[in-house]
């Protein structure tokens, strides 16, 4: 009963991610968003259909639950053994979603792309992750008289810039090759690396319940090693990847070995405290120096199409919006509290393009490039909940942080290049990216 | 910590697959006697690596919990909870594989195609199904005393001749276009429909417990139906499927579709009370007559290399071998089975041959061809070990009939081919198969 349980989750769960992400895409914005915003329909916040476990509300009473015990015989009192196993195993599929999306997100991230542009996408990336984070900790804590724990961790949330929702809003404006573009690009895979490393840190925090400075270090170091490692070592485990790929005659032969990789580097993060996406990313950034990343890429595609959108389906579905909901007067001070998160969003990435010195570029849509918010936003949103470290106030807020400042990218950055420098054009981008190169590793496949 | 050790055990159940069905390829088998076998090695049998939940043997005791216990602080009163998640999300992960696997023979297998060959590979179909069903339900009963519901069960096992294993062996030994070939495919592919239907009329009977014949009647005509209606309504279906894939603008527009549309069918199989396969099954027929058949094979190729695995690596792990060890006298029982179940599996599928009338083709090549069973016996043997219709015994004994007959199908093919007939040749197969397609629909494509 529970197979044909997840089978109608999925269904479920599916039409939302599709009906969600065609309606926005038709709207011009970016499908994730879409996603979401399905998830929170058929879930806690409206419908009732999708229920998880843990989320505040009874997972026996969900619509599918209610479905399965009209169609197929269900007892009463099985539903919530069922419904207890359907959360898990909706859960864990959607925890593979996410590992698969960070994998593939370290398979896109170049190295030697990022060295070349690395002087000014680094600034960017620290500004843009530490002004959020410190802003956002300062006003939690003073404003809003959160404690330090869940205020740096809702802060942290918003460290990450989205590299797939920006990437597709520079593509679709075109300015995707432009210098402007590179920088944005390059910022926001390594701000995700530093929201990564942030967000392990601040996860095991919460974890034990108080700050041991002792155990910061630790973990930044531990994160900055195990990545960096993965770097250092990464020319002997790619090497021996494509020796083992290339060996294996059976179906599967660069899918599996992958997957073994990748899960076994999840899980060795996991093993020494940190996050076990961390090693999934770490994992996709050594395979992506193999010359089966192409061939890999096309075969995880579909995977990922299969579990990702069942993650961001159930991060909508657990919210409830309605804690948030403007009619209620006790929910003012978290509505105030979600302003303020948005605010500092949006200003706490803008502000990152007065550090790019270059005074041809245009710096104002540099800092809005980098505003959106996305995947990383609800990891942190996810393990947050997961953990109990953010109210129920906390998370929504930063569902609706993900959600406004994606909203805003789009039409913010072509107000940004168009009362300011037109983006440089990819001439002289080619060339700065040359001399940069030279500069740098040298290496100039794209 | 469900989530690290269903990681850990995605590696080891990888690993096993990889090496298991790397070796066996070596030896000139087919990879998936490997992963069953690699799944014997880590399962209940042997290593005790991944023990799940039902098989037997306490599942907080496997190796894998162990492991957990160790490096990741999983505390003993936990690992008990730990270990039933991960079999759940373990057995519903394969039970997904077990779906994408069947979908994708459906979506492999063309009905135009099956025309041509219509008539003789039926016949062999029909006759591979009754003589293995009949002669293996009456020596159960009769001579080892097994009650009427698990020896028909178990004989219903060894109905279906593996697609995947025939087509395989066919190709290596470069049979594949020979008239034979096209024989032994049509009539495994028939058998395989045959076969889940005779599989949802058994299965439904064990949850019953008795056999009642209004009810045979009802399941014969609800499967049949299905299958019939999947295929007459499947052209509207189809056409549908097409028009949405054609509008839909966002990542997953193939994939999500069809997998709405598989699950779909799976989730309203088993309302019906059919098996959840049977229903995607039905669902890749209806694709396959789609201009995306080839795209969305593609697609599906390395989800199916992803999860497919997990399905016979499991069955391989749940099977307890030992209650065949020959050493131990109280097994002589159910040795004295598996070796007439062996028996009853090559000889019930080798007369196949005697029904194609016409004298040019190798008719002994033909049955000898029919020989290997594999996913669908697989399958029957993990519902009915769920339904606990099969004892440990028949259990085993039906994994030692798939193990045994695919490792003979190869070389007595061989000798089949070189002591009787040459294959008829392809330019005569061309010509066959041309002048029995004008006869039926007249659809030339491959």
Same mark, same amino acid.
């Given at each position: 009963?529970v197979?044909?349980? +997840?089978?109608l989750?999925?269904?479920?769960?599916?039409?939302?991610?599709?009906?969600g992400?065609?309606l /926005?895409?038709k709207?011009?914005?970016?499908? +994730? %968003?879409?996603?979401l915003?399905?998830?929170?329909?058929? &879930?806690?916040?409206?419908?009732?259909?999708?229920?998880?476990?843990?989320? &505040? !509300?009874?997972?026996?009473?969900? %619509?599918?639950?209610s479905?399965?015990?009209?169609?197929?015989?269900?007892?009463?009192?099985?539903?919530?053994?069922?419904?207890?196993?359907?959360s898990?195993?909706i859960?864990?599929?959607?925890?593979?979603?996410v590992?698969?999306? *960070?994998?593939?997100?370290?398979?896109?991230?170049?190295f030697?792309?990022?060295?070349?542009i690395?002087i000014?996408?680094?600034?960017?990336?620290?500004?843009? +992750?530490?002004?959020?984070?410190? /802003?956002?900790?300062?006003?939690?804590?003073? *404003?809003?008289?959160?404690?330090?724990?869940?205020a740096?961790?809702?802060?942290?949330?918003?460290?990450?810039?989205? @590299?797939?929702?920006?990437?597709?809003?520079?593509?679709?404006?075109?300015?995707?090759?432009?210098?402007e573009?590179?920088? @944005?690009?390059?910022?926001?895979?390594?701000?995700d =690396?530093?929201?990564? @490393?942030?967000?392990?840190? +601040?996860a095991?925090?919460?974890?034990?319940?108080?700050?041991?400075?002792?155990?910061v270090?630790?973990?930044i170091?531990?994160?900055?090693?195990?990545?960096? &490692?993965?770097?250092? $070592?990464?020319?002997?485990?790619?090497k021996?990847?494509?020796?083992?790929?290339?060996? *294996?005659?059976?179906?599967?032969?660069?899918?599996?070995?992958?997957?073994?990789?990748a $899960?076994?580097?999840?899980?060795?993060?996991?093993?020494?405290h940190?996050?076990t996406?961390?090693?999934? $990313?770490?994992?996709g950034? =050594?395979?992506?120096?193999?010359?089966?990343?192409?061939?890999?890429?096309?075969?995880?595609?579909?995977?990922?199409?299969?579990?990702v959108?069942i993650?961001?389906?159930?991060i909508?579905?657990?919210?409830?919006?309605?804690v %948030?909901?403007?009619?209620?007067?006790?929910?003012?001070?978290?509505l105030?509290?979600? @302003?303020?998160?948005?605010?500092?969003?949006?200003?706490?990435? !803008? =502000?990152?393009?007065?550090? =790019?010195?270059?005074p041809?570029?245009?710096?104002?849509?540099?800092?809005?490039?980098?505003?959106?918010r996305g995947?990383?936003?609800?990891? $942190?949103?996810?393990?947050?909940?997961?953990? &109990?470290?953010?109210?129920?106030?906390?998370?929504?807020?930063?569902?609706?942080? !993900?959600?406004?400042?994606?909203?805003?990218?789009?039409?913010? %950055?072509?107000?940004?290049f168009?009362?300011?420098?037109?983006?440089?054009?990819?001439?002289?981008?080619t060339?700065?990216?040359?001399?940069?190169?030279e500069?740098?590793?040298?290496?100039?496949?794209?």
């Amino acid at each position: 009963m529970v197979l044909e349980t +997840v089978l109608l989750s999925l269904v479920v769960i599916y039409l939302a991610s599709k009906v969600g992400g065609e309606l /926005v895409n038709k709207l011009g914005l970016p499908p +994730v %968003l879409g996603e979401l915003l399905g998830g929170v329909v058929i &879930g806690n916040s409206v419908l009732h259909l999708l229920v998880l476990q843990d989320s &505040g !509300v009874d997972n026996a009473q969900s %619509l599918i639950i209610s479905l399965m015990e009209i169609t197929s015989d269900l007892s009463k009192s099985d539903a919530s053994l069922v419904a207890n196993a359907q959360s898990e195993v909706i859960s864990v599929l959607s925890e593979l979603g996410v590992i698969i999306l *960070l994998f593939e997100i370290g398979l896109e991230s170049n190295f030697q792309d990022l060295l070349a542009i690395g002087i000014p996408a680094t600034l960017v990336a620290v500004t843009g +992750v530490t002004v959020p984070l410190v /802003v956002g900790s300062w006003g939690l804590i003073a *404003l809003f008289h959160i404690s330090t724990i869940p205020a740096v961790f809702t802060s942290a949330a918003m460290t990450a810039t989205s @590299i797939g929702i920006t990437s597709k809003i520079l593509s679709e404006l075109g300015f995707l090759n432009s210098v402007e573009g590179k920088i @944005i690009l390059g910022a926001s895979v390594i701000d995700d =690396v530093l929201g990564i @490393i942030v967000l392990t840190v +601040v996860a095991s925090l919460t974890r034990d319940g108080e700050i041991d400075f002792a155990r910061v270090a630790y973990l930044i170091i531990s994160a900055s090693s195990f990545i960096l &490692g993965a770097i250092i $070592f990464g020319n002997l485990l790619n090497k021996l990847f494509v020796a083992i790929a290339d060996r *294996l005659k059976t179906r599967g032969e660069i899918v599996i070995p992958a997957f073994i990789f990748a $899960f076994l580097m999840a899980y060795i993060a996991s093993i020494i405290h940190l996050e076990t996406i961390l090693g999934a $990313f770490a994992a996709g950034l =050594v395979l992506e120096e193999t010359d089966k990343r192409k061939e890999l890429q096309r075969l995880v595609t579909p995977i990922a199409d299969m579990l990702v959108p069942i993650f961001f389906v159930t991060i909508g579905a657990k919210t409830s919006l309605g804690v %948030l909901n403007p009619a209620i007067p006790s929910n003012q001070a978290g509505l105030a509290m979600a @302003i303020f998160l948005i605010v500092v969003a949006i200003i706490g990435k !803008v =502000v990152t393009g007065l550090v =790019v010195f270059n005074p041809e570029l245009n710096r104002l849509a540099i800092g809005v490039g980098m505003i959106p918010r996305g995947e990383v936003g609800l990891v $942190f949103v996810n393990i947050g909940t997961a953990n &109990g470290v953010l109210s129920q106030p906390l998370e929504a807020s930063i569902i609706l942080m !993900v959600i406004i400042t994606t909203f805003l990218a789009s039409p913010l %950055l072509r107000l940004a290049f168009s009362v300011g420098q037109n983006p440089t054009v990819p001439d002289a981008a080619t060339t700065y990216l040359t001399v940069q190169r030279e500069r740098g590793t040298g290496n100039g496949e794209q």
